[in-house]
């Protein structure tokens, strides 16, 4: 059955109404749902009992099955998931002093085979519903206990590939009468889909917009990501202005720092050139191996800061995103799903 998650309020007011429900019982859904986290219908106490009974027989409410779970040192934790169909993903849970922010997934797999990326080994699997999608949320939440504040689809899979179950997942998650994330702590990364950020400008769709970049050159990012030979930096950077002069808002730049690969002053250099062509902010990434991966090497400490110095005197914001849950597997590049072979808690 198709799950109840994965409908935005004025959705579930239809649905409500075509069972002869009034209005406010939709809220009162809504309610249970996302703010009481209540997602079996026999205990919604304040609905009518018809169309309980209804919804039921109707909806499926099943929440995500944690499969394992792992606590790194850090106090991230992964939670490796599994679907109605016995595919898995993966999110993670990553606290801090005055936010809890969830790293979610929006496919299971990945199409594109980033070189450095565990997620695309295994191959693209399928698409994730919205309901999917908010489902990590309730899920991770229920875990803690506590409530996500922030969410990033940085987890497995590409958002624009799967375009409108993550805008409306986004959509779901943002409502202010639900989990009430707000827009502006809600991002969505991309390696630069140009089909999917045209509809996002179009759309004025105005959650937090995040690009994968790791590398300045076309002819270098080809071989790392080969999604550039279709979507080009050429191409792209043209569309990013068009995006940050509709929405007045910075793009915030992802640059994964590797080893004799990404880390000269040739490519500082036209970072910077880049990057000064619209509003930017470049988040530097320490590069972390996947349980495949021997290709590519982190920057030792004194690379990365010889590398950030080259950015001195720019006008665009350069900072070093902090790693967080390499030990478990769960740090940018690692996530793959693979079934653990023991719960860490």
Avoid at 43 to 68: C, G, N, Q, W
Avoid at 220 to 242: C, G, H, Q, T, W
Wanted: hydrophobic share 35%; proline share 3%; charged share 30%.
């Amino acid at each position: 059955m198709e799950s109840i998650l994965g409908f935005r309020y004025g959705e579930l007011c239809g649905i409500v109404e075509d069972a002869g429900g009034k209005k406010y019982s939709a809220k009162q859904l809504w309610s249970w749902l996302y703010k009481k986290s209540v997602t079996d219908f026999a205990l919604m106490s304040d609905l009518p009992a018809d169309l309980r009974s209804y919804l039921s027989s109707r909806f499926s409410t099943i929440p995500l099955k944690v499969e394992t779970s792992q606590k790194s040192s850090d106090g991230t934790v992964k939670l490796l998931l599994k679907l109605y169909d016995s595919n898995f993903i993966e999110c993670v849970i990553i606290p801090e002093k005055e936010r809890l922010t969830l790293c979610v997934s929006s496919q299971a797999g990945c199409r594109f085979n980033c070189a450095f990326c565990a997620t695309g080994k295994a191959g693209f699997k399928r698409n994730l519903s919205a309901s999917e999608i908010v489902g990590q949320v309730l899920t991770a939440s229920d875990f803690l206990c506590k409530k996500i504040t922030n969410i990033v689809y940085m987890g497995m899979g590409e958002p624009f590939d799967n375009y409108d179950e993550v805008i409306k997942s986004a959509d779901i998650i943002s409502d202010d009468s639900g989990l009430a994330v707000g827009k502006r702590k809600i991002t969505i990364s991309t390696f630069g889909h140009i089909d999917g950020l045209k509809r996002y400008t179009e759309e004025d769709i105005r959650y937090k917009l995040a690009i994968s970049l790791h590398n300045p050159f076309d002819s270098e990012r080809d071989l790392i990501m080969p999604a550039n030979r279709k979507y080009s930096l050429k191409e792209l950077f043209p569309v990013l202005k068009s995006y940050a002069k509709k929405s007045n808002r910075k793009v915030v730049f992802e640059y994964i720092l590797m080893k004799g690969v990404n880390d000269t002053e040739k490519h500082a250099s036209e970072l910077i050139r880049l990057l000064r062509t619209l509003p930017s902010k470049l988040n530097l990434i320490r590069f972390h191996r996947g349980s495949e991966n021997d290709r590519f090497r982190p920057l030792t400490e004194e690379s990365s800061v010889r590398f950030y110095n080259y950015f001195r005197g720019e006008d665009f914001p350069v900072v070093f995103r902090t790693s967080r849950g390499e030990d478990i597997a769960a740090a940018c590049g690692q996530l793959s799903a693979e079934r653990l072979s023991e719960v860490m808690n």
